[in-house]
């Protein structure tokens, strides 16, 4: 009977210990710490090209592709991020092969096709955030999210006009902008105004402001996605509490 005793209580830990360093090995931390430091430039329009002096002053963020096995070069991801007094302007480097992208209106599923996407978490003290969607072939999403738990609401732009609206452009290169063209790379610039974010707080941002934010790209060329983001996120991109920070200059 001891012997056996000593066996189970012998499993039972095993089974414990076990368990704790799966857990330990599924534990992500909070990535506040990464940080992105966003530098101040005077208004300015966008091309899709990224040619304008202005972003001579941003750092290039370089992604890292979210399954490290399936690492492709040839796909290599960055971008740039700059902020006025009226909003702030975000610049997507991605090569590619080809357009695998077919949607053309805004305001749907763009994330189904080729994509590049940023979230903006002003206030770490509500579960609100702001999503941003742009496509190669230049149609938009930009959307509210409300996200309790993992629960996920979407709001759209009510009276989307005038000083809501966003400006964005997309510059293909080695090809055409048209589906399924064969290109060697695609770069995507956007402003998003601080009258679209609202009611968002801490917006707008200034000298020493910190927002959450994270990047991403998905690109549908194989018969398996592939996706790039600034921070590693479990479960999907919604996962706010694992984004960097941004810190406004």
């Known amino acids: 009977m001891k012997s056996i005793l000593i066996k189970t209580f012998g499993l039972y830990l095993a089974a414990l210990v076990l368990g704790s360093l799966l857990m330990i090995q599924a534990y ?7 940080e992105y430091k966003v530098v101040k430039t005077s208004d300015f329009t966008v091309t899709g090209d990224g040619n304008n002096r202005n972003w001579e002053k941003a750092e290039w963020l ?4 979210r399954r490290p096995a399936e690492i492709d070069l040839s796909r290599a991801t960055k971008v740039k991020m700059l902020y006025s007094d009226t909003g702030v302007y975000c610049l997507f480097d991605c090569q590619d092969k080809k357009i695998t992208a077919t949607m053309e209106a805004d305001f749907l599923n763009l994330w189904l096709e080729d994509v590049v996407e940023v979230f903006f978490w002003t206030d770490e003290s509500l579960p609100f955030y702001f999503e941003y969607e742009i496509s190669p072939l230049n149609y938009e999403l930009p959307i509210m999210i409300s996200n309790h738990d993992g629960e996920l609401l979407r709001w759209q732009p009510f009276h989307y006009e005038a000083n ?7 510059k293909i290169h080695g090809g055409e902008q048209k589906p399924h063209a064969e290109i060697t790379a695609w770069t995507a610039e956007f402003f998003i105004p601080y009258q679209l974010f609202s009611p968002l707080r801490n917006v707008p941002p200034k000298s020493g402001t910190k927002w959450r934010a ?29 984004f960097g920070t941004l810190l406004f200059e």
């Open 28 to 34: 992500v931390p909070n990535n506040r710490e990464a």
């Open 62 to 65: 370089q992604l890292t592709q």
């Open 164 to 170: 809501r609206r966003t400006q964005h452009a997309v």
């Open 214 to 242: 994270n990047f991403y790209r998905v690109d549908y060329d194989e018969e398996r996605s592939k996706s790039w983001s600034w921070q590693l996120t479990q479960g999907n991109f919604h996962d706010y509490l694992r």
